[in-house]
């Protein structure tokens, strides 16, 4: 009897130091994996996260880039690594809502590989032009890609990305047949648009503003509902010629699937926080991102709309997993 009473009290004992080593978290610094090159958005919108997360749970929080197929091989090694919460994924749209629909052999499951943390942030594209390239507006463009079949090519982050489908999108909208030239991420793909080897591109209003307000490449339209602030003369994709296009990208944080729940449950109610700060707000509307903090079981709903849409979208391009 008194070697049960001592088990149920060391039992006892534990169950209460429990709390106290899940409050400890963090003890060590934070890898924060990002599946794109360094100098995109995503890359830019997480080192801002990064620098403030680090400030609110007293570890550094360490931004690491892996970038190629269109952020898979940055995912599939966060899905596969120690669910510790010590390495975290700083995800955009594609390795999350499109890579499923156009991989038959993903490497992971976006909907189960995954802890949820928090929705970070919703940022639009601009369709921007080499300025060398004639069309200086979106109907310009399509009535030069029509005389010139095949001959424009158009850029993206890489093979079935948010803004390669985009172009898709804008190919089948507007009744042309621009070529696709996929790049490893945002920086090397605007790198070749200002060189002239591609004539234009989607991209976020975080890559590109700086290039068109520095003469580097120029504007033709913005892929909003409605016009925005940052570029408030820039009219819409919609308004000049193709109703109702619309088309950007996202960030969310996630863990690998298994993550300790209070842990999830710490790291959401700190992006949260951060999420909702004046500075954190001032920093990313210079940037065109509109922070977007959410619960876990709100980033978990808005990924399966999210893979519902893109769906929906390759079913109208006909695009088809490889």
């Keep these: 009897m008194k070697k049960t009473f001592a088990i149920l009290g060391l039992l006892a004992s534990f169950c209460a130091l429990a709390p106290a080593a899940a409050q400890s978290y963090p003890t060590r610094?934070?890898?924060?994996?990002?599946?794109?090159?360094?100098?995109?958005?995503?890359?830019?919108?997480?080192?801002?996260?990064?620098?403030?997360?680090?400030?609110?749970?007293?570890?550094?929080?360490?931004?690491?880039?892996?970038?190629?197929?269109?952020?898979?091989?940055?995912?599939?090694?966060?899905?596969?690594?120690?669910?510790?919460?010590?390495?975290?994924?700083?995800?955009?749209?594609?390795?999350?809502?499109?890579?499923?629909?156009?991989?038959?052999?993903?490497?992971?499951?976006?909907?189960?590989?995954?802890?949820?943390?928090?929705?970070?942030?919703?940022?639009?594209f601009i369709l921007v032009a080499n300025t060398g390239f004639a069309p200086n507006n979106v109907k310009e463009l399509i009535d030069h890609a029509k005389a010139n079949p095949g001959k424009v090519n158009f850029s993206s982050f890489g093979n079935n990305t948010s803004n390669h489908l985009g172009g898709e999108l804008f190919n089948a909208q507007a009744g042309i047949k621009m070529t696709h030239i996929p790049y490893r991420g945002s920086a090397p793909s605007l790198a070749d648009l200002m060189g002239g080897q591609v004539q234009v591109t989607f991209d976020t209003v975080t890559a590109v503003l700086p290039l068109i307000q520095g003469g580097k490449v120029k504007a033709l339209g913005v892929a909003t509902a409605e016009r925005s602030p940052l570029v408030p003369d820039l009219p819409t994709i919609s308004e000049s010629g193709l109703p109702?296009?619309?088309?950007?990208?996202?960030?969310?944080?996630?863990?690998?699937?298994?993550?300790?729940?209070?842990?999830?449950?710490?790291?959401?109610?700190?992006?949260?926080?951060i999420l909702k700060s004046e500075e954190i707000a001032q920093q990313f509307a210079t940037r065109g991102i509109q922070p977007s903090p959410s619960t876990p079981e709100g980033l978990r709903t808005f990924l399966a709309s999210e893979i519902a849409k893109w769906s929906a979208a390759a079913d109208k391009i006909g695009l088809k997993a490889e």
Excluded: C, H
């Design 29 to 124: 610094p934070i890898t924060l994996v990002v599946a794109y090159p360094p100098g995109g958005s995503t890359d830019t919108a997480a080192r801002l996260l990064a620098e403030r997360m680090g400030r609110e749970l007293g570890q550094s929080v360490v931004v690491e880039n892996r970038p190629g197929a269109g952020g898979v091989i940055g995912a599939s090694g966060v899905a596969k690594a120690r669910p510790d919460g010590y390495t975290l994924l700083f995800a955009a749209s594609p390795e999350l809502s499109i890579a499923g629909l156009t991989n038959k052999n993903l490497p992971y499951d976006p909907a189960k590989d995954f802890a949820p943390i928090s929705t970070v942030g919703q940022v639009p």
């Design 244 to 273: 109702g296009f619309t088309g950007g990208t996202w960030f969310a944080l996630l863990a690998p699937a298994g993550a300790p729940q209070d842990v999830v449950a710490r790291l959401s109610e700190t992006v949260q926080g």
